[in-house]
């Protein structure tokens, strides 16, 4: 496709549960990030991937949280053991390569609702 | 650490006004970029305008421009001609050439276009 791509675009479920999250990056772009939008608020960065490597894990908020790309092309966010405070919408944006100067595409989103 | 400060929690215009969207950020990074980006309602993050720490002249792109001042630390977007299209949040952010090269989001700043 042309664009990023996330999925699913909405997600409910009971606390507790275990929750994936999906991103397919603009084909060539190798860094990929994840971004958290709580309602009404900023967005702040989870992680970051240059290739399949993390070299920056420092926004996840816990030890709940992990994240994996392969390939270096799709990556998945996994939260573990979901909270009602996780509840928010969870961005993925990829940049074509690692100029600080290149913009960061967005992908739609996916909105997690923990009940 | 990097910082970015949006004041202007909502804003109000009539329809084929201009209007400026305030921003200031914090850096100890001589080299960084500056984003803006536009969030309708449907949730995507659309991207508008990119300044260079570096670059000599103000950014435009069609109806948007940057009004860059690197001694203040301030980079306000200015929309010119206002469309009822353009009612959306809108955020600003940097990313340093160091570290991650992650955007960094103000709180941003709800617009809205009166016909």
């Known amino acids: 496709g042309a664009g990023v791509s996330q999925s699913p675009s909405n997600k409910v479920t009971e606390k507790g549960k275990d929750v994936e999250l999906r991103c397919d990056p603009i084909?060539?772009?190798?860094?990929l990030y994840w971004y958290r939008q709580s309602l009404g608020q900023g967005l702040e960065f989870l992680i970051y991937f240059q290739g399949n490597s993390a070299p920056d894990k420092s926004g996840l908020p816990s030890d709940r949280f992990s994240a994996e790309r392969t390939g270096g092309s799709v990556s998945t966010l996994t939260i573990q053991r979901t909270q009602q405070e996780d509840s928010a919408v969870y961005l993925c944006a990829t940049v074509a390569g690692g100029n600080y100067q290149e913009t960061q595409y967005f992908g739609p989103g996916t909105r997690l609702l923990v009940l | 650490a990097q910082k970015i400060t949006q004041t202007q929690p909502g804003m109000f215009v009539q329809e084929k006004e201009a209007v400026t969207l305030d921003c200031t950020y914090d850096?100890?990074?001589?080299?960084?970029?500056l984003f803006w980006y536009k969030q309708p309602s449907s949730g995507e993050m659309i991207f508008l305008i990119y300044?260079?720490?570096?670059?000599?002249q103000n950014a435009t792109e069609g109806r948007y421009s940057l009004n860059f001042q690197k001694a203040r630390k301030s980079a306000n977007l200015v929309i010119s001609a206002s469309q009822l299209g353009d009612s959306a949040m809108y955020f600003c952010?940097?990313?340093?050439?160091?570290?991650?090269?992650?955007?960094?989001f103000g709180q941003g700043t709800r617009l809205t276009i009166n016909p």
């Open positions: 850096t100890s990074d001589p080299s960084y970029g």
């Open positions: 300044q260079g720490s570096y670059d000599q």
């Open positions: 084909s060539g772009h190798t860094a």
């Open positions: 952010a940097m990313r340093e050439r160091k570290g991650a090269q992650k955007l960094v």
